[in-house]
């Protein structure tokens, strides 16, 4: 359980550090509104610690790191919508 909790209280400090969203809000608007897409941009480590089980299709992952958004940047007009719902058209 001291893991687990240690991991509850590191997410919680991450995300009022950095203005994340928390797991439910993300899970409640992609439930909600099925045009809705979520770039996840964390480790794979990460996402294996805590994933988005049940919203998988509307995820988007590409890892990422304050210090390196380099596939982000490769790939970012071909994965993500324009605000007209667009794929490859950023």
């Known amino acids: 359980m001291g893991q687990k909790q240690s991991m509850s209280e590191y997410s919680n400090r991450r995300e009022e ?3 994340l969203s928390k797991k ?3 899970k409640r ?3 909600t509104q099925s045009d809705a897409v979520f770039l996840d941009v964390r480790s794979e480590v990460e996402v294996g610690a805590q994933s ?3 919203v998988d ?3 988007l992952y590409v890892p990422c790191t304050m210090s390196d958004a380099s596939m982000l940047e ?3 007009t071909e994965i993500l919508p324009d605000k007209n719902g667009k ?3 950023c």
């Open 17 to 19: 550090k950095f203005g």
């Open 74 to 76: 490769s790939v970012a």
């Open 57 to 59: 299709q509307q995820v």
């Open 87 to 89: 794929k490859g058209a």
């Open 29 to 31: 608007i992609l439930s």
């Open 52 to 54: 988005l089980e049940g």
């Open 24 to 26: 439910e809000d993300i």
